[in-house]
């Protein structure tokens, strides 16, 4: 079992940043790849951004490329999300996700993909 805890959200002026932080307890050994994910009221969940554990390499949702950057310490075991230039849009429940299957990142944008979630960490982003 992987136990997944976020942190950081909060209240942001549109334009501006916040880090979010997801800390892995358990048997995060098997950890493949570590992703986020988001859900506005009324809406599905959707993928955000997901990092392979060992190398690091990060793949995004077209949404937020060039705005987010997902990153990771293995020392740690903790994924980050630095989300800049916020938009409104961007309100939600922020997920954290752990999967163990070795399959391609672009699989990972599926939620079926993954294991484990957090309890979500709220991002609201006023106008």
């Known amino acids: 079992q992987v136990q997944l805890v976020e942190s950081g959200g909060g209240l942001v002026q549109a334009g501006g940043s916040l880090r979010l932080s997801c800390a892995a307890s358990?048997?995060?050994?098997?950890?493949?790849?570590m992703g986020w994910f988001r859900q506005a009221p009324g809406k599905e969940r959707e993928f955000v951004a997901v990092?392979?554990?060992?190398?690091?390499?990060?793949y995004y949702a077209d949404s937020v490329t060039g705005r987010f950057t997902i990153s990771r310490d293995d020392v740690k075991n903790t994924v980050y999300l630095q989300m800049n230039s916020l938009k409104p849009e961007d309100t939600a429940l922020y997920y954290c996700a752990a999967g163990e299957i070795p399959v391609s990142l672009p699989r990972y944008s599926r939620r079926s993909a993954y294991d484990y979630w957090g309890q979500g960490t709220q991002v609201t982003v006023s106008s």
């Open positions: 358990g048997r995060t050994v098997s950890t493949y790849a």
């Open positions: 990092i392979k554990w060992n190398s690091g390499l990060p």
